[in-house]
Every structure is written in structure tokens, then in C-alpha cells.
């Protein structure tokens, strides 16, 4: 009986875990703190720092099932999802990792002994082919004469790709940075199928697929193309789970494995579909694993980067249940499915289901609107068509702009007997794709970044001051022995009290002292197990070895901490208030204030608001002990602690306890108790992408100042009043009907002078080629009363064009009415803006009424004795 997908997961993450790898959980699919990623597209991402040399950790093997998602930028695999036999947006990458442990030999011992071994998966070792670097001898001698394959499955492949190092076998991270020769493995599955072997003509057919790629990291690539040995080799593998779980479950297509089939089951059953073949099936299987994790990952739907291209993936999946005949909102019903099959990967994605669900369901909905308006707007450009072909620019910007797709677009124009320039559509969309390639096309000079090998010990969480000695120096990136007064530099310190920004809260600052030395710390940041103190030198000299005292702002700190504190109790509160579902999305912890991102499908109500706050501070109140303990990370899951999916944690976490109400990690500095926030407020709650709200709110002295500011403003707008702030309310309600009576009365007197004025224009009426012209610039007036003189003067005349004009705060107003009995012959609009061009506007308008608007004041009077012409040249 073949293994379901999640056995074999858990078999390779077993298999790894007895050859002594520590098995490190999924990181996020939204990469943490690497700018030149879109999204988590490969195993080796949350290592990436680690093998820069930026980073440690206290394992030296690892070994993991990572999500990943290609669907933006360089790794797009979106138009050929569900269409071919092994493309996905979303996939699990299957690897292990060696970070200056092991090399060549074990990793490919390891990688054989697991696929081929009977205790594992237990693949037949004659369909098994392996290719390597083309001078990869090493690599090439390990497989043929300690593993025993027969030298005619071992394929060199060399650079294939037009350049040096540019090969299908040649791994690089960048230009620069870490690089070297894979070795990658293939399996037959048999001559039923047509292909040939990699490196072959034939090599793209669906027989030899690779199934794994082992990266030997050897080398540092140098800007100049240089290749430097790197002092601690390391090994990057990855296997898809897909890919692999095909080949156990003997089926040749990734669709067919048993967690698509489940999937692709629940589709057809919502859709109503009976053709289990269909592609779009396939289409809204994959789909729906990406859209789910990454909004469970913190992406919202939108129009820009990230969010843009789920929202793509959304509605690429909405139109093809359409196409199946889905009428209603399906996508969001197969969160729970998705769940199901995905086993132990989706634990939480199972703890966000609620929001995950609501997100969709609004997307699905927002989409249905959207189609109905791309209709309509389609409707009017296929109303203005000369020929029986649209424009290939008109179907794009219908698709780009409002999610209308062009295959609909294609339909429409079909029924109606027309065409769709395709062409002009993919030249349109291959300029997008360029310009989304340009956008995602980072680069980063890896060898340019700080590398500190020291760890500092950070001793602030019991002191606000510590001797200590500088182990680093760094000046504009580049390390140094000594720095000298009135020098911006990086400081790094064997111990420190300084709180180096993470986990939202930023920065500790302060000062380095010792005798006749003093330098400004202005922020606190972390490079790796390093603690880095920039600032400025403001006296002295500096020395790497020298002792210093480092003292921390201690105001600033203690605000910090209050702030801290108060976030883990308005998290706490807002679950109680609002329920469960609320998880945090971002958070900021500064010594002025603290904000609070948080998924909630809607805006808080007011009472809602004011009952978080009453909760929080009813906590304060208490004078709760706020206690923190360090502990493993399982076993802190264990007793219930809240921990920030997509946070990178160490083995050995800090919990931290607030009475029975918050039990949360966090390496931030806190109160010792709830009392010493003293006060909190909520300053504002907002929305920042759909299904993401933001609580602003302050703390101690910042929240007594705000209340003061309001009270003072109260006082104020009482005594512009004449009142008091006891019955503010009453008095204000009372100026305002004052108002809006006094406003009335003045519209009436400025309708009955526009009255008067339009009786006294009639008799400038005169009459050009059998018509009635009035052509009039007016002194104050305000330009919105030219519409209602305008239609007095229609009433009056009965048959006119009329031409007014007014100048008010440097600009010009224009208007132009035809009655309707000469609107087939004269347009309002194309005079309105023939007089628009002459004074520097332009406008527009229906064709018995148009407005503009101008900047030339001077051009006014020449073009309004230009109407007559003008007229004369219409009749």
C-alpha cells in the first residue's frame, strides 16, 4: 500500500531526524527581512543569513517541509498551472541542510539511503539517474564508485546556459555570494511515456523527472566573477513533496497524487462538475493552497505587490469554477477541505480558518461586482468600435486595471460577431511582465554586507548599565580598528543593555562613555548573534578592546517598556471582545506610543472600542505581576502561550505572564507590574487591507497628556460657544440649526438674484443665421449659479444657445446650454470646449449642457467673441 503525501512527509523529516538534523518548523511564506524576495520560494530561505555567514545557529544540520509559492517575479509559474503535470503556485520543498558539517559524501549517501532503502521509500535503484557539474569529479567519483551507479546514468552537464557557472548544474544565490555545483536526481518512470534523459533533445518530456537537487555551496563568487573557496562548504537540498509523492503513489501527474485527488473531489462537488479531468479543477486545486496560506501568512488581498498577485490567483480561481458552472461563492468552502488533507503542515492555517474564510468569501464577492462593472465598461468601448476588432490595449487595461479577464473579454466579443487583437493583448502584457520582472529583480551585493563573527550577551532585561569591552568597530559598512570624534559609526560590545529592535519594539539609545569618550547611540540593532550600537563619536577616540560603560536612555526605556506591556494586554483584550479569530498581524512598540495590527474581518464599534479599553485598563488596575520564564518551545505551546506564526524562535523561548489575562512568547523588555502603565488609551482604530484593523493607542504620562489636549479642546470650543462643557452638546446642536437656517435663507436671495439677472441678460439676446444667441461674462457671481441661470434663461427664451462666464479666485468658469430643440444640430460639449482650449482648460458635458474651466483670465474676452464664428460656421 503506497504512503499518503503527509506519511511521506513525516517519513523524510524521520528519516533526517536519525541522522542527527534538527527539524526546524516551516518559516513563513512572506520572507523575514529579506527585501529581495517576493515571496518563500525554496527550502534554503530562512537559512539564507546562515550560510551569507550573517547569521548562527545552535544546530549545524537541519532539516525541513517549507512552503513555498512561485507565482510573482522571477519564478512565475502562473499561466502554466493546472495545465501541465508538475507546475504549482504553491508546493512543499522537502530539504536538509549542512551548515559547514557535512559535505559531498554524506549528501548523497544520505539522499540514496532514503530513496533506495527498504526502510524508506524504497525505490528501485535501475530508474534512478543522477547528473552532475560538468568538472564536478568529486561528486561524479562518490556516485559511480561508493554508491555503484552505472557511469551511463551519470550525465555531466556543463554551462548550458551561455555563460560561465551559467547551468542547469551550477547553483548561485546572486551575482555574488555563496555558489557551487549540484547534483540532481531523476526518475524513469518508464518508455510508456515519452522523454529522454536530462541533457537529451528530448529531456523536457515527462518520463525523467527530477525529483531532488543537492547544492554544494563551495564557492564565494567575487563582483569580478571570481570564484573564492569558502572556509565552511555547506549542503542546500530540495525535493519537491509533490514530485516525490507521485513517484511512491506510482502516478505520473502531481494531480493524481491522493492530497489533489481529495481536493480536486470537494471542487467538483461544490461545482457541480462530472469531469473529474477538467483543468480548471486542477487550476482551483492549486490555487486554493496558496490563497489560503498566504493570507493565513499576513497577505491581504490588494493591488500592489504581494497582495496583488493573491488577488490574481483569487480570481484566476473564481473564473474557473464560473467556467465549471459555479454560480455562487465557492472558493472560500474549501479552506476546510484544504485543511483536512494538508494534515499537521496546516495547523495554522486550522487556527486562522475563520479569517482565512472571511477573506476569501469578501474577495469572491468584491470579484463578482468587478465582473459586472467590466461589462459594463466592455459594453460602452464595443459602442464605440469602428472595425470588428477590439484593441489589444483595450482588453488589457479592462484585465489590468479591472480584473476583467481577457478570456471573457473574448467571449463577449464573440456572441457580437467581433475579434480581439491578441497580439496587441500579449504585447501589452508582455511590457507588464517586464516591468514586474524590473520591479522583483533585486539584487544585492551579498559580499557587501556587514559580517560580524562575534555573539554579544544582552544583559538588559536586569540592567540599565554594563561595563563592558568593544569587540567591533565598523565605519560605513567596512570594519575598522578606531574611530575618532565626529564619526558616524557601528558598535559592537561584548554585553550590552541596549535592546537591539525585534519583535516590533524598537531600538534602545543612550551612550557609550568612558574617559575623555563619549558616543551617542541613536539605535540598537541586531547583525546575527551580534547586538550593533550605531551612533556618533562625539569626543574621544574609540579602540576596538576598550572598556565602556554602557548606560541606556532609562526614560525612553521605561516608556518602551509600558508601552510593551500594554500591547500584550490590548492583544489579550481584543480576543476576549471580539473572540478567538483575532490574531496579531504587526505591531509597533516605540517610547511615544504603540500600534497594533490585527486580523478582524470589520471596523470595531464604537462600544466595541471603549469595552477593550475598559478591559485593559480594569488589568492595570489590578497591579498584576508581570512575569517572564525561559523555557522550550514546545513546551511553552504546551502550556497554552501564543507564539507570532512566521517569528523566527530558538529551541529556548521566553514566556511571558501576565496574572490568568496574557500568555504570550516575547523577548521584549516589560513592566514588572500592570500597575506602572498607569493609564491606557485608545487613540484610533483603523483599517489597513481588508480583513486587517490598527489600534493606535499611548500609555503613562502620553495618555494623561491626551486627555488633557482633549479637555482642552472641549474647554475651548465651549468657550467659542459661550457655554459650558456640561451642555456643549445642546448649544452646539442649536448654532448648527442656526446655520442651517441662515444657509437656506441665503440660497434663497442668491437663486432670487440669479433670477433677476438672468431677466436682465434676455434682451443681450441676438440672433445669428435664424438662431438665438446670448453670449454674457458676469461679475459676481459664483460660478455654481451659472448652472441655474443657464436653465431660467432656457425657460425664458424657449429656443437659444446660451454662453456664460464668470472669473472667480483667478480662474475661469465657463457653461453652455442648448435647449433641445437645436441639440441635433449643435452639441454644448463641442463649444464648451473649443472655448476651454482658448483660456487654458478643457471640459465637457452632455450636448444641452457643458461645463469647463480655464487658468488664461486674459484669453477670456476674445474667447467669448469668438462664439459667434464659431456658430455661424455650425448652421
Known amino acids: 500500500m503506497s504512503k499518503s503525501t503527509a506519511e511521506i512527509r513525516q517519513a523524510f523529516l524521520d528519516f533526517f531526524h536519525s541522522k542527527g538534523h534538527q527539524i526546524v518548523a516551516s518559516s513563513s511564506l512572506i520572507p523575514n527581512n529579506d527585501p529581495t524576495l517576493l515571496f518563500t520560494n525554496a527550502g534554503m530561505n530562512q537559512f539564507k543569513d546562515v550560510f551569507l555567514g550573517l547569521d548562527t545557529r545552535n544546530y549545524l544540520r537541519a532539516a525541513t517541509s517549507q512552503r513555498c509559492v512561485r507565482a510573482g517575479g522571477k519564478h512565475n509559474d502562473l499561466e502554466n498551472v493546472g495545465y501541465t503535470a508538475r507546475h504549482h503556485t504553491f508546493f512543499e520543498m522537502l530539504g536538509n541542510f549542512s551548515f559547514g558539517d557535512y559535505f559531498k559524501q554524506e549528501a548523497i549517501s544520505y539522499a540514496w539511503e532514503l530513496l533506495t532503502s527498504e526502510n524508506w521509500f524504497n525505490l528501485p535503484k535501475e530508474r534512478l539517474w543522477v547528473t552532475v557539474y560538468q568538472t564536478d569529479d568529486e561528486a561524479f567519483d562518490i556516485w559511480h564508485h561508493q554508491i555503484g551507479v552505472p557511469a551511463e546514468r551519470i550525465i555531466r552537464i556543463g554551462d548550458n546556459k551561455g555563460a560561465p557557472f551559467a547551468s542547469d548544474n551550477f547553483w548561485q544565490m546572486g551575482d555574488t555570494g555563496p555558489c557551487g555545483p549540484c547534483t540532481e536526481i531523476f526518475y524513469d518512470h518508464g518508455d510508456h511515456l515519452w522523454g529522454g534523459p536530462p541533457g537529451s533533445p528530448e529531456e523536457d518530456g515527462d518520463r525523467y523527472i527530477e525529483i531532488w537537487n543537492v547544492v554544494f555551496m563551495q564557492f ?13 562548504p555547506s549542503v542546500d537540498t530540495g525535493m519537491g513533496l509533490e514530485r516525490i509523492a507521485a513517484v511512491l503513489q506510482h502516478v505520473n501527474a502531481n494531480y493524481d497524487i491522493d492530497l489533489f485527488r481529495t481536493l480536486i473531489a470537494a471542487i467538483a462537488s461544490l461545482t457541480g462538475s462530472s469531469d473529474v479531468n477538467n483543468k480548471s479543477l486542477r487550476v482551483i486545486a492549486d490555487h486554493i493552497r496558496s490563497c489560503a496560506f498566504l493570507i493565513a501568512d499576513g497577505v491581504i488581498p490588494s493591488n500592489e505587490n504581494r497582495g ?28 476546510a477541505p484544504l485543511i483536512e488533507v494538508m494534515g499537521s503542515a496546516a495547523d495554522e492555517l486550522k487556527r486562522q480558518q475563520v479569517q482565512v474564510e472571511q477573506v476569501l468569501k469578501g474577495e469572491e464577492e468584491q470579484f463578482a461586482r468587478t465582473l459586472e462593472r467590466g461589462l459594463a465598461l466592455l459594453d460602452d468601448e464595443l459602442a464605440k468600435l469602428s472595425g470588428d476588432t477590439l484593441a489589444g490595449e483595450v482588453a488589457f487595461r479592462l484585465y489590468d486595471t479591472y480584473g476583467f479577464p481577457v478570456d471573457l473579454t473574448a467571449d463577449v466579443c464573440r456572441e457580437r460577431g467581433l475579434k480581439v487583437d491578441e497580439q496587441g ?3 501589452a502584457m508582455e511590457a507588464q511582465r517586464n516591468r514586474a520582472r524590473q520591479a522583483s529583480g533585486f539584487a544585492a551585493d551579498y559580499n557587501s554586507m556587514i559580517r560580524v563573527d562575534c555573539d554579544s550577551k544582552f544583559s538588559g532585561y536586569d540592567h540599565q548599565q554594563q561595563r563592558t569591552n568593544v569587540l567591533a568597530l565598523f565605519r560605513n559598512g567596512q570594519p575598522v580598528e578606531q574611530i ?7 558598535v559592537v560590545l561584548a554585553e550590552t543593555p541596549f535592546y537591539a529592535e525585534s519583535g516590533g519594539q524598537i531600538g534602545d539609545q543612550g551612550v557609550l562613555k568612558a574617559a575623555g569618550i563619549e558616543f551617542s547611540v541613536h539605535d540598537t540593532q541586531k547583525y546575527a548573534q551580534a547586538i550593533g550600537h550605531q551612533g556618533q563619536l562625539s569626543q574621544g577616540c574609540l579602540k576596538l578592546g576598550d572598556s565602556v560603560e ?3 536612555d532609562i526614560e525612553r526605556r521605561e516608556r518602551i517598556r509600558r508601552n510593551h506591556s500594554a500591547t500584550h494586554l490590548l492583544h489579550a483584550a481584543l480576543r476576549q471582545i471580539l473572540g478567538p479569530h483575532v490574531v496579531q498581524k504587526g ?6 506610543y504603540l500600534r497594533f495590527d490585527f486580523a478582524h474581518p470589520e471596523a470595531m464599534k464604537a462600544e466595541q472600542i471603549r469595552a477593550v479599553e475598559l478591559l485593559v485598563n480594569q488589568q492595570i488596575r489590578h497591579n498584576l505581576v508581570i512575569e517572564t520564564d525561559m523555557m522550550t518551545l514546545d513546551a511553552a505551546k504546551q502550556k497554552g502561550a501564543m507564539a507570532l506564526f512566521g517569528e523566527k524562535y530558538d529551541e529556548q523561548v521566553r514566556v511571558l505572564t501576565i496574572g490568568q489575562f496574557s500568555l504570550e512568547l516575547c523577548g521584549g523588555t516589560h513592566a514588572q507590574r500592570t500597575g506602572d502603565i498607569g493609564l491606557f488609551r485608545i487613540q484610533s482604530e483603523s483599517g489597513t487591507a481588508a480583513g486587517i484593523r490598527r489600534i493606535e493607542a499611548v500609555t503613562g504620562e502620553a495618555a494623561i497628556t491626551s486627555l488633557h489636549w482633549q479637555n482642552d479642546l472641549l474647554h475651548n470650543i465651549a468657550s467659542l460657544l459661550k457655554s459650558d462643557s456640561n451642555n456643549l452638546g445642546d448649544k452646539l446642536r442649536a448654532v448648527l440649526e442656526h446655520t442651517r437656517s441662515l444657509e437656506k435663507e441665503l440660497q434663497q436671495l442668491k437663486d432670487q438674484q440669479a433670477a433677476q439677472t438672468s431677466a436682465a441678460l434676455t434682451n443681450k439676446t441676438q440672433i445669428v443665421a435664424g438662431v438665438s444667441l446670448l453670449v454674457s461674462q458676469l461679475d459676481n457671481v459664483e460660478p455654481k449659479m451659472l448652472r441655474t441661470m443657464v436653465d431660467d434663461l432656457k425657460n425664458q427664451l424657449g429656443s437659444a444657445v446660451i454662453v456664460l462666464a464668470t472669473v472667480s479666485e483667478g480662474k475661469v468658469s465657463l457653461i453652455v446650454g442648448v435647449t433641445k430643440d437645436l441639440t441635433n444640430r449643435i452639441k454644448a460639449g463641442d463649444l464648451v470646449s473649443d472655448l476651454a482650449q482658448q483660456v487654458g482648460g478643457k471640459g465637457g458635458g452632455r450636448p444641452d ?9 486674459s484669453a477670456l474676452p476674445a474667447a467669448l467673441s469668438s462664439v459667434e ?7
Not at 222 to 232: C, V
Not at 308 to 334: D, Q, T
Not at 484 to 490: P, Q
Not at 849 to 857: E, F, I, P, R, T
Open 220 to 232: 564565494n563568487r567575487q563582483a569580478d566573477g571570481s570564484m573564492l573557496p569558502l572556509p565552511k
Open 308 to 335: 496583488y498577485v493573491l488577488r490574481r490567483i483569487i480570481r484566476r480561481a473564481i473564473r474557473h469554477g464560473n467556467m465549471l458552472g459555479a454560480k455562487e461563492p465557492f472558493f472560500y468552502k474549501l479552506v
Open 425 to 427: 493583448f500579449e504585447h
Open 484 to 490: 575618532n570624534a565626529g564619526e558616524d559609526a557601528l
Open 550 to 552: 554602557a548606560v541606556i
Open 587 to 592: 505591531s509597533l512598540v516605540s517610547d511615544q
Open 849 to 857: 449642457m457643458a461645463m469647463a474651466g480655464g487658468m488664461d483670465v
Open 869 to 875: 464664428a464659431w456658430l455661424t460656421s455650425r448652421l
